[in-house]
T-cell receptor, first 109, second 112 residues
């Protein structure tokens, strides 16, 4: 039931782009994206509901492909502040969030 | 507005002991969820409470229990602690059951 995230880790230079994928074997009701910096709590980025909706938060956006049960998070023109571990949380329809193992993003100057 | 608060920040216990973790949700939020995060992994769902009733439970043993109070704050109790219970315990609050969850800073539990 736990979603699968890929890649496990990515290293970027400032200004580069990256894509993080989140896949589920179950039909999803929603996908929630969070970023967690070392020693801190996860911070909410955005939520996507079934319907293929795409959302954006500054230069971070995400899409949800309902047919594939997959969501992708797009980091555009990355900044140093984008470093952290990104988690996707998936909801089937039972109000419980199942989180993936995370993708560690390191942005270097 | 204050965010989700948790206490204590850190806790060290020995095997077999009992622990109580506390969480105060964002003002106006009526739902509280508890998660366990082991180092290097994503948060694992333990419980969700809404209006003082348990609305969801993850795959955790009966040693784990929780409750929510009339002011919507919550406690997570863990009995007969095992070494494997060492983790960061996160509390998240939301307006309702299906709304966005906002996490607190967590309680770091170490079991020796």
């Amino acid at each position: 039931q736990q979603p699968v995230q890929s890649p496990q880790a990515v290293i970027l230079r400032e200004g580069e782009d990256a894509v993080i994928n989140c896949s589920s074997s179950k039909a999803l009701y929603s996908v929630h994206w969070y970023r967690q910096k070392h020693g801190e709590a996860p911070v909410f980025l955005m939520i996507l509901l079934k319907g293929g909706e795409q959302k954006g938060h500054d230069k971070i956006s995400a899409s949800f492909n309902e047919k594939k049960q997959q969501s992708s998070l797009y980091l555009t023109a990355s900044q140093l502040s984008y470093s952290g571990t990104y988690f996707c949380g998936t909801e089937i329809n039972d109000y419980k969030l199942s989180f993936g193992a995370g993708t560690t993003v390191t942005v270097r100057a | 507005d204050a965010g989700v608060t948790q206490s204590p920040t850190h806790l060290i216990k020995t095997r077999g002991q009992h622990v109580t973790l506390r969480c105060s949700p964002i003002s106006g939020h009526k739902s509280v969820s508890w998660y366990q995060q082991v180092l290097g992994q994503g948060p694992q769902f333990i419980f969700q409470y809404y209006e003082k009733e348990e609305r969801g439970r993850g795959n955790f043993p009966d040693r784990f229990s929780a409750r929510q109070f009339p002011n919507y704050s919550s406690e997570l109790n863990v009995n007969a602690l095992l070494l494997g219970d060492s983790a960061l315990y996160l509390c998240a609050s939301s307006l309702g059951i299906t709304d966005t969850q906002y996490f607190g800073p967590g309680t770091r539990l170490t079991v020796l």
